[in-house]
C-alpha cells in the first residue's frame, strides 16, 4: 500500500496539452490528500496542485486555470490535466499522498514543452 506510479508526460508543443495519471497500488481512497509536485532541471521541487480526501482542489497560483487535478477512487488514479502548456512547464513531475503519518512519492514522468 501507498505504492504510486505516475505516466503521460511527454513532449509536447507550447500551448498543447497532457493528462497524468497516478495509480496507488493500494487505492487512493484512504490518502488524506494527493498532491501533483514538479521539478524543473536545477531547480527545487515546487507545489503544483492537491486534493483533499473531500475532494477540495487547490493550485499553486503559475498553474491556477490551466491545470486541474481530479480522481477517479474506483481506478485508484489521481489525475493532472493541463492545458495551455508553457516551456516553464518543463520538469519532472510527481505523484504524491499522505497516509496515515507518512508520505509517499511516485517516481515522476517527464513533462516537456518545445516552444
Known amino acids: 500500500q501507498g505504492q504510486l506510479a505516475e505516466s503521460g508526460g511527454g513532449l509536447v508543443q507550447a500551448g498543447g496539452s497532457l493528462r497524468l495519471s497516478c495509480v496507488a497500488s493500494g487505492g487512493i481512497g484512504s490518502f488524506k490528500v494527493m498532491a501533483w509536485y514538479r521539478q524543473a532541471p536545477g531547480k527545487e521541487r515546487e507545489y503544483v496542485a492537491r486534493?483533499?480526501?473531500?475532494?477540495?482542489?487547490d493550485y499553486a497560483g503559475s498553474v491556477m486555470g490551466r491545470f486541474t487535478i481530479s480522481r477517479d477512487i474506483r481506478k485508484n488514479t489521481l489525475y493532472l490535466r493541463m492545458n495551455d502548456l508553457k516551456s516553464e512547464d518543463t520538469a519532472v513531475y510527481y505523484c504524491?499522498?499522505?497516509?496515515?503519518?507518512?508520505?509517499?512519492w511516485g517516481q515522476g514522468t517527464q513533462v516537456t514543452v518545445s516552444s
Open positions: 504524491t499522498g499522505v497516509l496515515g503519518t507518512a508520505a509517499f
Open positions: 486534493i483533499t480526501a473531500g475532494g477540495d482542489p
